[in-house]
Structure formats: C-alpha cells, structure tokens
C-alpha cells in the first residue's frame, strides 16, 4: 500500500546542529506533508509540498521533493531543544471520499543543550 | 490545537464498558477524521467523514462505531473493546480541496482498556 517511510527511525543531534530526515513513498502522489508531533499530543502540520515543486522553505525547515525517487527529505537548520518530538510524512491516497492520508512510522529527533 | 477539541483526554475502561470519544472542529472544515495511534506503528485510518458521509473502512473492527452527526462534530462510540484497543485516539479535520489540504489535529484521547 501506498506509504511514507522515515528514515532514520531516531536521531540525536545537539543544539545549533542541523537536522535531516527522509521519507520514502510508494506510488505517485499530488502532494507530500510533513508533521510533527510532541509526546502524546496530536500532530501539527509543519509544511506541504506539491508534486510540482522540488523544494520549499518555511523558517527553518526545508523541504525537498524528488519524484523520480518517490523521496522526500525535511531540513531543520539551527535546531533547538525545542524541536524534540517525533517527524511524520504523510501522501495522499484516494479513497472514495478521495482525502486520506497515509503516514509512515515517523522519526524521532532528540535535542539536547 | 484548539481548532480541534477532544474529550476525554484520557479514559480507562473495562472491556466490558460502553463508552464515547468526542471530537469538535471550529474550523468550518468539511471532513473530519479518526485515527488509532499504537506505539511503534504507523498513524492508523480509521475512518472518514467527508461532506458528513462515511467512507468504510472494513478492516477497523465493528466494536468501533463512528457517528457524526454535523460537520462539526465526530464521535467514536466504543464497545467490549480489548486491551490491544489500548491507544491514542486522534481526531482530526480539514477543508477538502482539490491540489491538496493540511488536516488539523485534536490533541487525542489516550485510552486504556483493562
């Protein structure tokens, strides 16, 4: 089935460093979302990439798409303690409502001061 | 997250127990969703509400009976569940929209099935 998977599945990195994590799909997709979600809490939408782009900035994530590879990775520069949490991707699937999601397993970053 | 309300936020219940998740959106979206998050697994799809119609998902077991009754509002009525029900239960919504949509999440109902 179509699905994201993170890579790597933790990370722990110190403050000031920066931070990447990848994900790879399955099939073809409209559009990529990363999300990021603290312990125990629901996830928040952090950025979306449409299958037309190839990178895209929001502060300090970066976002890069490549469709040839069905790969995708996310950049957090200058990363902060405040950045631990767990890192999800997520593709659309058409279903026949035509609006679901599909996350992968996620990443764990750790930051430490 | 205050978009999207979930109550309770935690909930233990006996496998015997009948009990409900409620879910609330003031975003004026027009799907809404429930996911069961278990540790070490995916985000899993429960079930979809899109235009207030359900799309089934016939591998979520039938102790699990969604209801949404508005474009607002969603629950998940839950009956003689099991312990690996034991999960974070998340709600979410989004505005359905061609080229694609971010969806917005409750801060999940944590339940535990003893």
């Known amino acids: 089935s179509q699905q994201g998977e993170e890579d790597p599945q933790a990370l722990s990195i110190q403050e000031g460093e920066n931070a990447t994590m990848n994900c790879s799909y399955k099939?073809?997709?409209?559009?990529l979302q990363w999300y990021r979600q603290n312990s125990g809490r629901g996830l928040v939408h952090l950025i979306l990439?449409?299958?037309?782009?190839r990178e895209k900035h929001s502060g300090r994530l970066r976002v890069t798409l490549d469709t040839s590879k069905k790969s995708s990775s996310l950049l957090i520069t200058a990363s902060r303690a405040a950045d631990t949490a767990s890192y999800f991707c997520?593709?659309?699937?058409?279903?026949?409502?035509?609006?679901?999601?599909?996350f992968g397993k996620g990443t764990t970053l750790s930051v430490s001061s | 997250e205050t978009g999207v309300t979930q109550t309770p936020r935690h909930l233990v219940m006996g496998m015997t127990n009948k009990k409900s998740l409620k879910c609330e959106q003031h975003?004026?979206?027009?799907?809404m969703y429930w996911y069961k998050q278990s540790a070490k697994k995916p985000l899993e799809l429960m079930f979809v509400?899109?235009?207030?119609?359900?799309?089934e998902n016939n591998s979520v077991p039938s102790r699990f009976s969604p209801e949404c009754p508005n474009s607002s509002h969603l629950f998940l009525h839950l009956h003689t569940l099991q312990p690996e029900d034991s999960a974070l239960y998340l709600c979410?919504?989004?505005?359905?929209?061609?080229?694609?949509?971010?969806?917005?999440f409750g801060p999940g109902t944590r339940l535990t099935v003893t």
């Open positions: 979410a919504s989004s505005q359905v929209a061609s080229g694609g949509y971010e969806q917005y």
């Open positions: 099939t073809s997709i409209n559009n």
């Open positions: 990439i449409r299958s037309n782009e």
């Open positions: 997520a593709t659309d699937a058409w279903n026949q409502a035509g609006t679901a999601l599909i």
């Open positions: 975003l004026g979206h027009n799907a």
């Open positions: 509400y899109s235009l207030e119609e359900r799309v």
